[in-house]
């Protein structure tokens, strides 16, 4: 999703809201929280546009993914305590770069008053920049600047340390405003993003022994390593029900890491920018929530899948997470929660996941809801063929 330097715009806009919203509607009952199907919400802005209606129809999921600069601010707090008056179920994650921060507006002051948390992170990360072999800052995308986990050459741990101790001050000082994080995101090796290239010069030896890292085995599986130990820490130190979510290719393919995490963040679903088929990337999706593969918090996993403002894929990916048993994002236009569209009402689950057919043929999944049926076919070549949640009538 890599959205840069604009997070910190959004942070500053966010203040800028004169009139808080108070007195949202009535709270969630028990009942209604049965028929609230796993709805998250990814929301990359400010909440500026936010009103009472915004609230309350954002209330209703499961999960909100707002910026973690955002989450740790007084302005974000206040409608984080609205959110959970309403839905005091609802979790709330913050995003997080993994080894990369933005750049920060030359009004620094106006960022430290404002969103402390973005200030306190880039003191701390002074000192791990990644270079260049040139020695230019190394940036993966416009308005990023990626960290170097290696400090003379070795992992540095007191860098992980120190992440965390951030984090966990935070949390103790606004324990309602954060309930978990998600890593955007986990990486085989540092990149420079295509098209940028040109921007950055030189190339990356993170651990400065001459290798570049392209050809330096032992430096792309201790990056790798680091990484994992960051979020082994976070787990150990915040807590087995603090909910960890990872983007990325890694989480997907590494048990280890899986083993660690709550979720997965499945961006760009199902093909996630991989040249994947929609049956590929669908049944990939069915591998990584199979049982014992992420770790549970607060009762269950938390995998989401999105689709990057991409409005035709929306019910894909409603009717892929009543299959999975993950939960699912609607994005319209923009990565901002504008509200629901897509209404049904699955009702309870009444079946395993069914499989009929052959990849050489039609191959159809399905499960049975008490209110209903979540079916999708693949053709033999891969796509999708048919999407569809069947609505029994229940009059």
């Not at 806009?13 to 969630?28: A, E, H, N, R, W």
């Not at 989450?71 to 913050?94: H, M, Q, V, W, Y």
């Not at 070795?154 to 949390?171: G, P, S």
């Not at 014992?292 to 689709?307: D, F, K, Q």
Request: glycine letters at 8%.
């Amino acid at each position: 999703m890599h959205r840069g330097a604009f997070l910190i715009i959004a942070c500053i806009f966010l203040f800028s809201c004169s009139d808080p919203v108070s007195s949202p509607g009535d709270k969630v009952t028990a009942t209604d929280q049965e028929q609230i199907i796993d709805r998250g919400i990814v929301h990359w802005k400010s909440f500026l546009t936010w009103d009472e209606e915004t609230i309350t129809e954002a209330a209703d999921s499961r999960l909100a993914i707002f910026p973690i600069s955002i989450c740790l601010s007084e302005a974000g707090e206040e409608i984080i305590r609205d959110l959970k008056t309403l839905n005091p179920d609802l979790k709330i994650i913050g995003y997080l770069g993994m080894l990369s921060i933005t750049e920060l507006f030359a009004d620094t002051a106006t960022v430290l008053q404002n969103t402390p948390f973005e200030m306190d992170l880039h003191l701390i990360a002074r000192s791990h920049w990644a270079w260049t072999t040139t020695g230019d800052t190394l940036s993966m995308w416009p308005g990023s600047i990626f960290l170097n986990p290696f400090t003379d050459g070795e992992l540095d741990y007191d860098f992980i340390e120190d992440l965390v101790d951030l984090i966990e001050t935070y949390q103790a000082d606004m324990p309602i405003c954060l309930d978990g994080i998600m890593h955007d995101y986990f990486m085989y090796r540092p990149y420079i993003a295509y098209g940028f290239e040109d921007v950055i010069t030189g190339d990356i030896d993170l651990d400065g022994n001459g290798i570049l890292v392209a050809d330096d085995a032992i430096e792309r599986e201790n990056f790798l390593r680091w990484q994992i130990d960051y979020a082994a820490e976070i787990s150990e130190r915040m807590g087995s029900d603090f909910i960890q979510i990872g983007n990325g290719r890694v989480p997907q393919e590494n048990a280890e890491l899986a083993g660690v995490l709550n979720g997965i963040f499945y961006e760009v679903f199902p093909n996630m920018r991989w040249g994947l088929t929609d049956r590929e990337g669908f049944q990939l999706l069915l591998q990584n929530q199979q049982a014992g593969y992420l770790s549970e918090a607060c009762g269950r996993t938390w995998s989401i899948l999105t689709n990057d403002a991409v409005e035709y894929n929306n019910y894909f990916c409603l009717v892929s997470s009543l299959l999975a048993g993950c939960l699912y994002t609607e994005i319209y236009d923009r990565p901002v929660f504008s509200g629901w569209r897509l209404d049904i009402t699955p009702g309870s689950i009444r079946s395993d996941l069914i499989t009929e057919g052959s990849e050489d043929s039609i191959l159809t999944y399905s499960r049975l809801y008490s209110r209903g049926e979540a079916r999708i076919s693949f053709a033999d070549y891969g796509g999708r063929i048919e999407t569809d949640f069947i609505q029994y009538n229940t009059d």
